[in-house]
């Protein structure tokens, strides 16, 4: 089966712009979420979907950081306006619902680089 | 405040050495996970442990969960040149639901 996929594997844009990020989880994994690695940092959660609900979005930074998950299936995460600091590698993991292992399989990142 | 720490936090070593990998927290963990990442790729899941007490074999590789579920190690028997790599833990907290906690990472060099 296909792994989790993300796009674009980079970006390169200017503060106050926006970016896009998608991700496609695993064929049949309803959770799907996402994580983020700043410069020098540990992995940090963002939030969780299971299917197109909202389950934790305790890790959103700020009002910048949109998350979406139309139809459970994609999912795409907006920043918007960009800033300096959002700068990072950006990862997006899924896993089945309902597993007590809690395994979460990640996709290749995207690297986003905000001048 | 780190809740996952990772030790060593880089290793370099010898083809044939063993080496152990530790994440410790004061937090008990429901699920335990490591990965292993490499440069520009995502994390790899290697192994889940859940159970206080368990030890899991992948080949060459033992990993143990803690009695208490607080902390974890990743044994590395005969070391290959393609072990290198960053090896992370992660962990879901009791009562914090799905989302994983990341220690920061042993960065592994195996050389010959």
């Known amino acids: 089966e296909a792994g989790v996929t993300q796009f674009p594997s980079h970006s390169v844009i200017e503060k106050g712009q926006t970016v896009t990020l998608r991700c496609d989880p695993i064929?049949?994994?309803?959770?799907l979420y996402w994580y983020r690695r700043v410069m020098g940092k540990e992995i940090k959660f963002l939030l969780h979907?299971?299917?197109?609900?909202?389950?934790?979005e305790s890790g959103m930074p700020n009002n910048r950081f949109l998350a979406e998950r139309t139809g459970g299936t994609y999912s795409t995460l907006k920043v918007q306006p960009a800033e300096l600091e959002d700068s990072g590698v950006y990862f997006c993991?899924?896993?089945?619902?309902?597993?007590?292992?809690?395994?979460?399989?990640f996709g290749p990142g995207t690297r986003l680089t905000v001048l | 405040t780190q809740l996952l720490e990772q030790s060593p936090q880089f290793l370099s070593i010898q083809e044939g050495e063993n080496l152990t990998v530790y994440c410790n927290s004061s937090?008990?963990?429901?699920?335990l996970q490591w990965y292993r990442q490499e440069p520009g790729e995502g994390p790899v899941l290697l192994v889940t442990?859940?159970?206080?007490?368990e030890v899991k074999k992948l080949k060459r590789l033992t990993f143990q969960f803690g009695d208490a579920r607080k902390d974890s190690s990743l044994h590395i028997t005969a070391a290959q040149t393609g072990d290198t790599g960053l090896y992370l833990c992660?962990?879901?907290?009791?009562?914090?639901?799905?989302?994983?906690?990341f220690g920061t990472g042993t960065q592994l060099k195996v050389e010959l």
């Open positions: 993991a899924s896993s089945r619902y309902m597993s007590s292992y809690n395994e979460q399989f």
């Open positions: 064929s049949g994994h309803d959770n």
């Open positions: 979907f299971v299917k197109e609900s909202k389950q934790d």
């Open positions: 937090s008990v963990f429901s699920s």
């Open positions: 442990v859940v159970t206080g007490g």
């Open positions: 992660a962990g879901a907290l009791v009562g914090g639901g799905n989302k994983l906690t």
